[in-house]
């Protein structure tokens, strides 16, 4: 069937429906992402700290958060939502709408992030990490000047790539009352039949991932020279 970009229809839910709906989506991706990095980060640190070939290694504490992110990540990201969903209720006072969205939306996404993380800064060459020690660098000098001055492309890249993965899932939460681009597509493409809104909605989802990855690529090309 052929989709009229032009109806005027368009024109209408443009400014009442779809620019509100981009606008709480990019809310939603902004904050689990920004939330999701500080928590992600501070635990792909003790893990590679804790590691068996860590600076510190400690069993205990690496297999713990090791179990901890592999639990959250095995939760479709829809099934979480509702699955977490009194958590939410008590930490923002409700379930459901954009605010309540972004408490799963962060649970799932710094598991993702801290693997990302974790798994560009053990790609770190050994020998830097020795040459650091033999000159008396602290583990905090080890970790901050060495280990993610290196494997800061590796990290934007990852974290490119997971910010496109959330885009997704918050289209997810959208079908569970969290509102955003996802219930629109929902409830005036899907339930009320309407192919225009349906495509239309993918278009724009589809011109966000171009421009999350191009500025992905820019920054990683930056930080390469």
């Known amino acids: 069937m052929f989709i009229n970009f032009s109806d005027t229809r368009l024109f209408e839910y443009l400014p009442k429906v779809i620019l509100p709906a981009l606008f709480a989506t990019l809310r939603m991706l902004f904050f689990s992402m920004i939330l999701g990095l500080v928590i992600g980060s501070i635990v792909a640190v003790v893990l590679v700290i804790t590691s068996p070939y860590g600076l510190k290694p400690n069993k205990r504490i690496y297999r713990a958060l090791d179990f901890i992110i ?5 939760f479709p990201v829809i099934i979480l939502i509702v699955a977490i969903s009194p958590i939410t209720r008590i930490l923002v006072g409700t379930s459901v709408g954009e605010k309540a969205a972004i408490v799963p939306l962060t649970i799932a996404a710094f598991p993702v992030i801290a693997r990302y993380i974790e798994a560009s800064l053990l790609e770190v060459n050994k020998n830097l990490i020795l040459a650091a020690k033999s ?4 583990d905090s000098q080890i970790m901050i000047k060495v280990m993610f001055a290196e494997a800061l492309p590796s990290i934007v890249a990852g974290l490119t790539t997971t910010t496109i993965l ?20 929902l409830t005036y493409g ?13 278009v724009i989802l589809f011109i966000m ?7 992905g690529e820019l920054v990683y090309r930056k930080i390469k020279k």
């Open 70 to 74: 592999n639990m959250i990540r095995s």
């Open 190 to 202: 899907y339930q009320r039949f309407d192919d225009l809104m349906m495509y239309a909605i993918v």
């Open 135 to 138: 000159f008396g660098a602290s």
């Open 209 to 215: 991932v171009l421009i999350i990855q191009g500025i």
């Open 166 to 185: 959330f885009l997704a899932s918050t289209t997810l939460a959208g079908a569970v009352g969290a509102g955003g681009l996802g219930a629109v597509a």
